[in-house]
């Protein structure tokens, strides 16, 4: 294991390169209709899946219907591109949504706070390795042409993680030659993105 003196986290805020600013939301469509399947969200039909899975939405199942995560549903509901019906037919608003969906995850909120960014600032967001390598995010206009060029670590304010850690986390995006992110989500639900490496000390 890896001695604080033999490691330099280097944090280095983005700001204007790196995930930068590019706000805007994109064209609204007619919502589509999505439906609760058990635990899983799956659109009613194939038509304007298409639509979706060109911006990197969700995956297509065996059937052509389009399947997403929870922070992928809560955003499009929030920007009104998808409506989703549980299991009797009732049509759930966002409220109802996270609350069922927090359920199952602890850092439901902290990772859908991230995922809402992200997307903001128009890049594409998939889903990553593992909770603590959270999700990949394609540099503009590369997806579907190059992989992923970044991987989120997230963070919440005020809760503790050890240097070793975080250090960890950063050689496996490295040994997948991605760039680690450190996306930390302070008490107003506002996100600062670090760049991270790793300096060896040792013969300093």
Request: proline share 2%; with cysteine; charged share 30%.
């Amino acid at each position: 294991m890896l001695g604080l003196a033999h490691i330099l986290l280097a944090l280095v805020v983005y700001a204007g390169s790196g995930l930068s600013e590019s706000r805007g939301e994109e064209i609204q469509h007619q919502a589509i209709r999505f439906r609760l399947d058990g635990e899983r969200i799956v659109s009613a039909s194939e038509e304007g899946v298409s639509w979706f899975v060109e911006r990197g939405y969700g995956e297509k199942n065996d059937r052509g219907l389009l399947q997403l995560s929870p922070v992928e549903a809560l955003y499009l509901v929030e920007v009104g591109k998808i409506e989703i019906f549980n299991e009797d037919g009732e049509k759930m608003d966002f409220d109802s949504l996270v609350k069922l969906f927090a359920k199952k995850s602890e850092t439901l909120w902290r990772d859908f706070v991230i995922y809402r960014d992200l997307r903001r600032r128009r890049y594409v967001v998939k889903e990553g390795f593992s909770p603590q390598l959270r999700f990949r995010v394609f540099e503009r206009g590369e997806y579907g042409e190059a992989p992923a060029k970044y991987i989120i670590i997230p963070l919440s304010e005020g809760r503790d993680i050890s240097v070793s850690t975080i250090a960890e986390l950063i050689r496996s995006c490295r040994s997948m030659d991605k760039e680690p992110v450190l996306a930390v989500v302070d008490r107003r639900n506002e996100v600062v993105y670090y760049s991270a490496s790793i300096a060896d000390l040792k013969n300093v």
